[in-house]
């Protein structure tokens, strides 16, 4: 490198590191001398981004009974009612630990589509419990739980 051109070597990044320093300073400065208000705080409620339901699907309060719900009507519906006893079938859920019987499956014609009532009794870590349902065989040939209520 020249002599002339080793004076100003390294010259550009203490320059760049000093106006940046400056800009930061200045920046900093300004707002400090306008202050803050919290009106300026408050959300800006003139911009309209787009629409948002505020209906919130159904969701379940106790998840383990709905997975517990979902077992008994897998159940129910792949069941063979003329080969259910008067023991009925077992049902159990490995994910929930609970477990039961279904007993009394009946098959019905409502409105065009195949229904099945049921009882059930569910054993969990609340207690047993028995309950009333039933599942129905909907358009698109997916079984759909349209009643399951507990007995007290």
Known sequence: MARRAQVFAG???RVFVWLSI???AAVLAGCGTRGFSLEEAVADRSL????VSRHQPDIPADPVAA?????IRNAVSSAVVEAVGEDG????????GSRGAIRGISERQDKSRLCRRFTASRESFDGVHLYRGETCLGPARIW?????????
């Open 48 to 51: 309209l981004t787009g629409s």
């Open 67 to 71: 997975s517990d719900e979902e077992t």
């Open 11 to 13: 010259w550009g990044r």
């Open 144 to 152: 759909t739980m349209t009643a399951f209520d507990r007995v007290e």
């Open 22 to 24: 400056a800009a930061a």
């Open 89 to 96: 079938i077992g049902w159990a859920n490995a994910a929930t």
